[in-house]
């Protein structure tokens, strides 16, 4: 932990509401103390009308930047000066970079979900993938998801009133990239279990499966060589990923994704890979 702070020390921070339970300032704080980098990273929960007046004093202030959760990662981009390609097309921002006085919004859900991949030496580009939910984060996952190259994008999704708004969403991201995106209605079964038997790739991108213990899939539709992440990190192992263990599949949880989003960030401020294994080690154990 860095207590060397003084009046050179800038601000990193966690703009949310809750925040104070997130693991990002142990993380960042320990990666500025291992590489010697003089930044304090805060958490502040605020609540939602108080978004600009804390956008405002950031800039002020001259914080190198920050971090969105809920409910921010969409209300702060109209505070902001320009988004990136992949925030643009996610409409969610949970990274903040301010370039001498300029604020560039990043998302880094989804290349922190890659980059958990990744780590654990699975490749998706090429593939297909069945996603659940069409929530902040299932958006980012697919937006980056497609930009990194995966063919073939089955989305599934209740069938309420933002059915349709999603639909468009798919629409604008099938056109940006090369992957072809089909969004299906969550509850039809036939559907769910053909998309999963042509992926590679299961993703759970919803709550379901964090309060209790039970699953969207049934553990039939799995098999040993479909990999089955969750993003859900509490509890370690949900429903979904005790069968995918079960059925002897590959199976990850949403921990590493957290690490990785946290890392992605890190670098866009400071210029400076985080050191992911030794964070692991301390902050993640
Ligand atoms: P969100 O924006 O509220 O989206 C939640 C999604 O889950 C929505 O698409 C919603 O469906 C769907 N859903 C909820 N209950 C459902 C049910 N009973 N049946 C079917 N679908 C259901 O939330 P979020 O920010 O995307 O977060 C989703 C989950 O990811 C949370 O558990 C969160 O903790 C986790 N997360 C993890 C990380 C990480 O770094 N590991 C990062 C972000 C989020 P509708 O669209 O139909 O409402």
């Not at 690490?259 to 866009?268: K, N, P, R, V």
């Amino acid at each position: 932990m860095n207590l060397n702070i003084s009046g050179y020390t800038n601000l990193l921070c966690l703009l949310g509401h809750p925040a104070q339970h997130s693991k990002s300032p142990a993380m960042h704080n320990e990666a500025c103390s291992i590489l010697g980098l003089d930044y304090c990273y805060l958490a502040f929960d605020i609540e939602p009308h108080e978004i600009e007046t804390a956008v405002k004093s950031l800039r002020l202030f001259g914080s190198r930047g920050f971090n969105l959760t809920m409910p921010f990662k969409e209300s702060v981009i109209p505070y902001l000066d320009e988004l990136s390609k992949a925030s643009y097309l996610c409409q969610s921002v949970n990274t903040v970079v301010n370039e001498n006085g300029k604020l560039y919004g990043h998302t880094t859900d989804g290349i922190g979900y890659m980059d958990s991949l990744r780590d654990v030496d699975f490749d998706i580009r090429g593939g297909k993938m069945t996603l659940l939910g069409a929530g902040g984060a299932a958006k980012s996952i697919l937006t980056q998801a497609a930009l990194d190259g995966v063919k073939e994008i089955f989305l599934f999704k209740r069938k309420n009133a933002s059915f349709q708004d999603t639909v468009s969403f798919a629409e604008r991201i099938q056109k940006e990239t090369n992957a072809k995106i089909m969004v299906l209605d969550m509850a039809d079964e036939y559907e769910l279990k053909q998309a999963i038997g042509k992926s590679d790739l299961l993703v759970n991108a919803t709550n379901v499966g964090m309060e209790e213990d039970i699953s969207l899939v049934k553990k039939e539709f799995l098999r040993q060589d479909l990999f089955v992440s969750d993003i859900i990190y509490h509890p370690s192992m949900t429903r979904l990923l005790k069968d995918a263990k079960e059925v002897g599949a590959r199976y990850l949880n949403g921990e590493y994704m957290l690490l990785f989003q946290g890392a992605a960030a890190f670098e866009l401020w400071t210029g400076q890979k985080m050191p992911t294994e030794e964070i692991k080690k301390r902050c993640f154990s």
